[in-house]
């Protein structure tokens, strides 16, 4: 059972892994500093606990950890436990979940890892938007596509928001960066995936009637731009989602969930 320890000093060094989650240059889920990948809430905690994203601290206020009493036994991590003020003053603003847990960053998978057994993988080029990442995640577990895989320019998928939209999900749904782009999807073509990329282009076949190979890896790009002519060079296929006369797209975590829903509903 997770160690319960008061904290009442927000100076206490104890919860410095915490602090300053709105800081451009001090958080602790940078990258380049401690790396860090924070869970932030009840379900997303809970979902940390259940990965390989193994929390070595939590810190919340007492009514959190009541909640989390079935999950936290047999797990051998401190609960930092401090008043809605003192957490305040830690993180930087007033956390409304109530409770945090952090986690060092596993080794990536590798790609073949994250292809293994996989049928339905979304490919992202140049979505830097870290609430878009959440979506796509959250979008992915909830209609079965089996992994994420990046290509160039895609925002970081472990940073707190990303973690905290995607509902935890980030931390189930496998992802992969592709060591080179778009040459990378060179690899995916040999393991027997068919590449089509979303477009509005008019020209492009209906996505429904794209969906026909057993392993198919959809391409999306940002929003705006959208997939760079070598990316586009790259596919198999270029397909689109219908939309309606004065209309030319969809936000990319919307154009995600449909691809999935429509390989779903065709497989």
């Known amino acids: 059972m997770a160690v319960v320890i008061d904290v009442d000093d927000p100076a206490d060094p104890r919860v410095a892994d915490f602090r300053d989650l709105n800081s451009a ?3 602790p889920d940078l990258p380049g500093g401690k ?5 932030e809430g009840v379900v997303v ?3 940390m606990l259940a990965s390989r994203f193994a929390p070595f601290a939590l810190f919340g206020v007492g009514r959190r950890h009541e909640a989390l009493a079935g999950d936290l036994a047999g797990v051998d991590v401190p609960y930092y436990r401090a008043s809605a003020q003192v957490m305040a003053a830690v993180v930087g603003f007033h956390l409304n979940r109530g409770v945090l847990a952090a986690a060092r960053r596993p080794a990536e998978l590798s790609v073949d890892e994250v292809l293994a057994g996989a049928r339905t993988v979304a490919v992202l080029e140049g979505v830097n938007d870290h609430e878009n990442i959440g979506s796509i995640f959250r979008n992915a577990a909830g209609l079965g596509a089996d992994a994420i895989l990046f290509g160039d320019r895609c925002a970081d998928p472990l940073y707190r928001r990303a973690v905290r939209v995607s509902m935890g ?8 960066h592709l060591p080179s782009w778009p040459d990378g999807l060179h690899g995916l073509r040999a393991k027997g995936f068919r590449i089509i990329a979303l477009t509005p282009d ?3 076949a209906n996505l429904a009637a794209a969906m026909t190979e057993d392993r198919v890896a959809l391409l999306l790009g940002a929003e705006g731009p959208g997939l760079t002519a070598d990316a ?3 596919a198999d296929l ?3 989602i219908p939309m309606a006369p004065g209309t030319d ?3 990319v975590a919307t154009a995600a969930a449909m691809a999935f829903y429509e390989r779903v509903r065709t497989s």
């Open 238 to 240: 270029r397909a689109r």
């Open 202 to 204: 008019g020209a492009a």
């Open 169 to 176: 999900h980030v931390l189930r749904v496998p992802f992969a």
């Open 35 to 39: 790396g860090l990948v924070i869970a």
């Open 25 to 27: 240059d001090r958080r």
């Open 232 to 234: 586009l060079r790259a």
């Open 45 to 47: 905690v809970q979902r």
């Open 249 to 251: 797209s969809l936000n």
